[in-house]
């Protein structure tokens, strides 16, 4: 039996308020129907009072969010798209954020973001936000790739005392499947070595990861060895994973579904650039979404973030150098 990446977010948060009283889920539609991708389905009825609607009103759920958790609450706040919480941004970045730093009383909030592009979804239900959390310090933003990460560090963001940026991919929910939930997780702030390589070191993460692991295989049949590492968090970020990659390949290409200006992508260049420079054996390359809003058009989105197609052709055109 496998379960997938949706439900492995399910079964952190039936544990969390199992294990936990201090927990509870707070969000538009979360209660009897389930969520807007059912990621709490069934919930409402298994802990009554615990899983509550809320208000058309982002602003208020992230403003009750802070409140809760001064009171010593633990809230996980659904969001239906992370696009929409840039109606909270306020709440998030200058309440939660700063929170501890000012008063020092912990704000243990985690904000599930369902980010990431899917055929059809437009300009205004498929942005990655992931970077513009990450520039605010006080927030920990968690971008999983596996299905052991969506369930392990689910549990370990509610477990945190810091406000934690929660980034799903809406893409991974149904598609992505493993044979079991995990008894062990890496922590949070530890990238991940997906594959192992030589040639080339490849940092990404969330949904880009399967297509890097993609063009890895592509590639190992002309003779190139990729390295991938799956990033698992953008704030932390594991610079020595990445750094200690580098060294070993020469050759880093950081790919990222969002926009490029101000990305994570530059982060990653940026600290090996400055930090690694004399292990680089060529440029660093960055692969992004196009700085476009997302189309609608399945044709047009197909090639507006990166895919295993494009990705390959900036490796391969990397090893070149």
């Not at 403003?63 to 929409?84: K, N, T």
């Not at 513009?132 to 310090?137: E, K, L």
């Not at 370990?156 to 940026?165: G, L, Q, S």
């Amino acid at each position: 039996m496998s379960i997938t990446y949706l439900e492995a977010i399910r079964e952190a948060q039936a544990r969390a308020l199992a294990e936990d009283p201090r927990v509870f889920i707070y969000g538009q539609d979360v209660g009897a129907f389930g969520g807007a991708f059912k990621a709490t389905k069934n919930l409402a009825q298994e802990f009554p009072g615990r899983v509550i609607d809320s208000p058309i009103s982002e602003d208020a759920m992230l403003g009750l969010a802070v409140g809760a958790a001064i009171s010593g609450m633990r809230p996980i706040i659904e969001l239906q798209f992370a696009d929409f919480s840039t109606v909270a941004f306020n709440q998030i970045v200058n309440q939660a954020a700063t929170l501890h730093w000012r008063t020092r009383v912990p704000c243990p909030i985690t904000v599930r973001l369902p980010g990431g592009g899917t055929s059809g979804s437009g300009p205004f239900h498929s942005q990655s936000l992931e970077a513009v959390y990450a520039h605010y310090p006080g927030l920990v933003v968690l971008t999983p790739a596996t299905v052991e990460d969506a369930y392990s560090m689910l549990l370990e963001a509610v477990a945190i005392d810091d406000p934690v940026i929660f980034c799903e991919h809406k893409y991974l929910y149904y598609h992505l499947k493993a044979e079991a939930l995990p008894t062990e997780a890496m922590p949070v702030g530890k990238a991940r070595i997906a594959r192992t390589g030589r040639d080339l070191t490849l940092v990404t993460y969330s949904a880009m990861v399967h297509e890097a692991l993609a063009v890895a295989e592509e590639l190992a049949l002309e003779g190139f060895e990729l390295e991938v590492v799956d990033l698992r968090s953008v704030k932390p970020l594991d610079t020595d994973t990445v750094m200690a990659s580098v060294a070993r390949t020469g050759r880093l290409l950081a790919v990222g579904e969002a926009w490029p200006w101000g990305g994570v992508t530059a982060e990653v260049i940026a600290r090996v650039a400055s930090e690694g420079f004399g292990l680089l054996d060529a440029p660093p390359q960055r692969l992004n979404a196009k700085d476009t809003p997302v189309p609608y058009h399945p044709n047009l989105w197909a090639v507006h973030r990166p895919t295993a197609h494009s990705i390959a052709i900036a490796a391969r055109n990397l090893l070149q150098l």
